[in-house]
């Protein structure tokens, strides 16, 4: 089994920037999938963005423009760099990695940005 652990989380003013990695704890080559997802107290994840193995990227209407995910296989590791940060990006971000008959989350990382 592969064990995801997210980092980078933190208090930000609105406006300024964080970059979220998430780290495996073994080769992310084999997953198909690797992504970013939130949750805010009282409501659903929701996905903020995705890159597939072939560097294809996906992000959420919120973030799109603003958030960036990147990969890097070597270390075994994603990347979420969040720009122009607001307050309604207030929550805990999970990472997730997926590949057919398998999938592993992280246990999530608190973002709280100030007004």
């Known amino acids: 089994q592969v064990q995801l652990e997210e980092s980078g989380g933190g208090l930000v003013q609105a406006g300024g920037s964080l970059t979220l990695s998430c780290v495996a704890s073994?080769?992310?080559?084999?997953?198909?999938?690797m992504s970013w997802h939130r949750q805010i107290s009282g409501e659903q994840r929701e996905l903020v963005a995705a890159?597939?193995?072939?560097?294809?990227?996906t992000y959420g209407d919120a973030v799109k423009g603003r958030f960036t995910i990147s990969r890097d296989a070597t270390k075994n590791t994603v990347y979420l760099q969040m720009n122009s940060l607001k307050s309604e990006d207030t929550a805990v971000y999970y990472c997730?990695?997926?590949?057919?008959?398998?999938?592993?989350w992280g246990k999530g990382t608190l973002v709280t940005v100030s007004p």
């Open positions: 073994g080769s992310i080559f084999s997953f198909t999938v």
């Open positions: 890159i597939t193995s072939g560097d294809s990227r």
């Open positions: 997730y990695a997926g590949r057919r008959g398998y999938f592993a």
